[in-house]
């Protein structure tokens, strides 16, 4: 078995900004898998957030041993996108050689489709109010924010979509003080959720805060080992397969956050259907799920996620699982 490595760049629809800056594409790295007669797919997007590049991400995944298995995988790459595309990869393969779905090797329940949120990019309130009124057919908003005019934005958003659900994004860009003023009008607003409101490494003020509404850990969740650092700050972890490493450790942190009394939201980096479909399987059951990513793009990979008024579809074979 060999794994070999590509880079792609599918372009997005619009502008995506979130607090940390504008992006035009989606850039991600394509693994296969292959020998015996069979070969699996797995997509990463490395994240600059967590000091990945598309090229220290690569030379992570050419350095892994020949004929590699997802067992041995944990202990030769950290979490990260890295071991996410070799391990999704490796799950492919797997079920293309069984003639079986994932979902049957992992000893999962059939997937069914689920709700997913769509996210309004940030931006002055004005655009973000047009954002919202095309989108207001939609069950779930995601709403990234990150500073002075939030206020307004919420405002606008909500002004858009009168009878959406909304979440909300800070991704890390609110202080203690800010996020203790707009926490009342998240509330008012009917906000479900708040997403990363401190950054990560900072966010024990939320230990000392009251909470209305529940807080989600995305930036200081990552892995089970996460989870210790999480107590008495978030009622929520948001599984991404990029920074779990992939769908084995993303399906021991579900269940694990679970044991533990958090409530699961399942999300993603900006990225194709099959960096998607894997984590389908991890969002049966969630509270919140977010894989919108291939509706933010211009195209998608062939054989693509379904979206319709049910949600997110559980992928085809040809596109992977």
Known sequence: MRLTVAEETFPLAEVFTISRGSKTEARVLTVTAE???????GECVPYARYGETLGSVAAQIRG??????????????????ARNAVDCALWDRE???????????????EPEPRITAFTLSLAEPWVMREAARRNAHRPLLKIKLGGEG???????VRDGAPKSRIIVDANEGWSADLYAQLAPALVR??????????????????????????????????????????????DMVNIKLDKTGGL???????DAAR?????????????SSLAMAPAVLVAQGAALTDLDGPLLLAHDRAHPLAYDEAGVHPGTPELWG
Do not use: F
């Open 35 to 41: 020998g015996e007669g069979a070969a699996g797919r």
């Open 95 to 109: 079920a293309k050689r069984a003639g079986r779905r994932v979902w049957q090797l992992a000893g999962l329940s």
């Open 189 to 234: 607003l009917g906000v479900e959720a708040v997403e990363q409101p401190l950054p990560a490494g900072a966010d024990g003020a939320l230990a000392e805060m009251a909470r209305p509404l529940p807080v989600i850990a995305d930036e200081s969740c990552h892995d089970r080992a996460s989870l210790d650092g999480l107590i008495g700050k978030y």
């Open 150 to 156: 939030d206020m307004a934005r919420l405002e606008a």
């Open 259 to 271: 044991a533990a009394g958090y409530g699961i939201m399942v999300g993603c980096m900006v990225g």
């Open 248 to 254: 084995t450790e993303a399906l021991a942190l579900r």
């Open 64 to 81: 892994l041993p020949e004929g590699v298995d997802r067992e041995a995988l944990a202990g030769l790459l950290p979490a990260g996108a």
